[in-house]
């Protein structure tokens, strides 16, 4: 990290920006916390990226990271340039390189580039990043399964709000107590970057990747990092997510990973665990819109909540199809044998 003196002075004490050096501001997208994240120039010919914490409790975790994780990745990642001093809490903020106009359209192409980056990190112990947190912002897929249960009529609801049978819940939380620890293994976990959704990773025109906003890194079991690449949505950043595009893309991650020393021993097995997987995060996912329609949205509006919820309907449709046709492959094939 470089930490230019002159920098400083565009952040005023209480951690804003100082509006009696910045030459011009703009607003690029506002935090959970209602904080907005802007870009600002020094001159007309010098711009950077000023970052206020945008999460409650997320201090200067995104800095540790940048220090003590990043700084032994490739380039994949924009500099930060300056920070605040340790232990500012809220008040914390950084400046970052300024990457210019940057696109988040989806592009399947785009998508494997962060899919082989993500083979990469994933193929290292945990104990080789240091003492990453054991959590991210969202509860694990352990606890996920534990709100649907405890909160199973709300689920059902949320399901039929978004035009798909009630049964569904109990299917789903079914098979995955049936799948046993898999899911969630201990042993499993890796660096997970945390919430790696389309407005956090960019392909500039120049081809060059860039993975945005990591102060959600934790430790987790890989399927994290995939749900969130393919599956989870976002209402400021959409995505139409294919059957072929899903399967596109945890294919190369599985070579990309034999590549990395991290082989999986049975591919279609890991296939169908992040299916259920997706199925499970997607469910949840369908009640915490619901949540948030009923309570006005928050900073998103009804229509982009909406039409997350439609994205989130076909991920849970696609992935849950994908198990359940197994089963009745299997259950065909025991009918057979049988006879």
Not at 128 to 137: F, L, N, R
Not at 195 to 223: Q, R
Not at 231 to 245: C, E, G, N, V
Not at 319 to 326: G, M, P
Request: glycine letters at 8%.
């Amino acid at each position: 990290m470089q930490e230019p003196n002159d920098v400083l002075i565009y952040v005023s004490e209480s951690g804003e920006l100082n509006d009696r050096y910045v030459w011009k501001r703009e607003q690029l997208y506002q935090g959970m916390n209602g904080k907005f994240v802007e870009r600002f120039y020094a001159s007309p010919e010098r711009s950077y990226v000023f970052k206020p914490v945008t999460h409650e409790g997320n201090g200067d975790r995104e800095v540790w990271v940048y220090e003590h994780v990043l700084s032994s990745f490739p380039p994949i990642y924009p500099q930060l340039i300056a920070c605040s001093a340790p232990g500012r809490g809220e008040a914390g903020w950084g400046i970052f390189e300024d990457l210019g106009t940057i696109s988040h359209r989806f592009d399947v192409g785009h998508a494997l580039l962060v899919a082989k980056q993500m083979a990469w990190w994933h193929s290292y112990p945990p104990e080789h990043w240091g003492d990453v947190p054991d959590t991210g912002q969202k509860p694990g897929l352990r606890q996920l399964a534990a709100d649907l249960s405890e909160r199973r009529d709300e689920a059902e609801l949320a399901l039929e709000a978004a035009g798909l049978p009630r049964r569904c819940v109990d299917d789903i939380l079914c098979s995955m107590d049936q799948a046993g620890a898999g899911l969630w293994a201990e042993e499993a976990k890796v660096l997970s970057h945390g919430d790696l959704h389309l407005g956090n990773y960019t392909v500039t025109e120049s081809g060059e990747l860039y993975i945005l906003d990591w102060e959600h890194a934790h430790l987790n079991v890989p399927f994290w990092d995939l749900y969130y690449l393919i599956d989870m949505s976002h209402p400021r950043y959409p995505k139409q997510m294919t059957l072929a595009y899903r399967e596109r893309i945890l294919r190369y991650y599985l070579k990309q990973s034999a590549y990395y020393g991290k082989p999986w021993e049975d591919e279609e097995t890991f296939m169908e665990t992040y299916s259920l997987f997706a199925a499970v995060f997607s469910l949840w996912m369908l009640m915490l819109i619901a949540n948030d329609l009923r309570q006005g949205g928050g900073v998103w509006s009804k229509a982009e909540l909406l039409a997350q919820r439609s994205e989130v309907k076909a991920s849970l449709y696609d992935c849950w199809s994908k198990i359940t046709q197994k089963g009745q492959h299997a259950s065909e094939k025991g009918r057979t044998s049988y006879a």
